[in-house]
């Protein structure tokens, strides 16, 4: 029997498209009210194509973060540039997100790039500027909107702050009324496409991130590669995880296990709490550092650490 389709509701998919560390990931959590994508001060924290699910009333709305486009290096980076890439064309609509740099306007090369992604799109475009609510001298925002816009052409051009929330409404419904007439596509109570193992995996990645600083940047990729569930019907129990910390260099290695453990056993425990809270139950968390050299730039050696992590 076919799904009946509530009368015009909407529901597709939309590829956030930007630059690094432009704000994409915390505007998937922002929106979802969950973290499904981790976030940084670092660029390039995103890797892959990750499914944010807003379902409302009206619509549902398929949130596809991407990784930023531009910086990184090797074939790690053609990988990422290769994801955002592909999300753009299969999305029904391209969400462009931007930020006013300094106070005179000016599309750089890597702006023209992102806005060539996003018109790969088979759907329409919207573009946001993003982190409006840092900007000090709000005269500065009016020559950026005029400078976009002309760039854009007849594309919706909104302020938001996805820290925030300012704007978010209108942005959504923006959003929405661009999507194909469909019913739902994911279950109401799904917020991600995304495997537990998964989203286990980055929010090591993350809290590696946060702590390492700029020692280890990008050359970690993290494997959960084993996940017993011991959780009940109701969702109580225990979780047990085994994890590896993949590096390329010996001196990575020191870095990330730290002076007596001190490093691995700050990044487990905060790793630790952050699955806890997203499993909703204890968890036990052990994690391991090997040494996998120059695998960033090696086409099969980015291939295997992705497919390791289920990407």
Known sequence: MSKRVKKNHRAGFVALI???????????????????????????????????????????????????????????????????????ADSDVALVLVEVRGDTPEITDADHAVLKEARKSRGSIVAAINKVDLIKRKDILLPWLAALGQELGDVPLIPISARTGDGLDILVAELVKRLPESPQLFPEDVVTDQAERVLAAELVREQLL??????????????????????????????RLEGRIYVERESQKAIVVGKGGHQIKEVSTAARKAIEEMLGCKVFLRLTVHVDPDWTGNPKGVQRRMSDQGL
């Open 18 to 88: 930007g630059r690094p560390n432009v704000g994409k990931s915390t505007l998937v959590n922002r929106l979802l009210g969950q973290k499904v994508s981790i976030v940084t001060p670092k660029p390039q924290t995103t890797r892959t194509r990750i499914q944010g699910i807003l379902t409302l009333p009206e619509a549902q709305v398929v949130l596809v973060d991407t990784p930023g486009l531009g910086g990184g290096q090797g074939a790690l980076k053609t990988a990422m540039q290769r994801v955002a890439g592909d999300a753009a």
């Open 210 to 239: 946060l702590r390492t600083r700029d020692e280890v940047p990008h050359s970690a990729a993290v494997v959960i590669e084993q996940f017993e569930d011991e959780r009940d019907a109701k969702g109580q129990g225990l979780c």
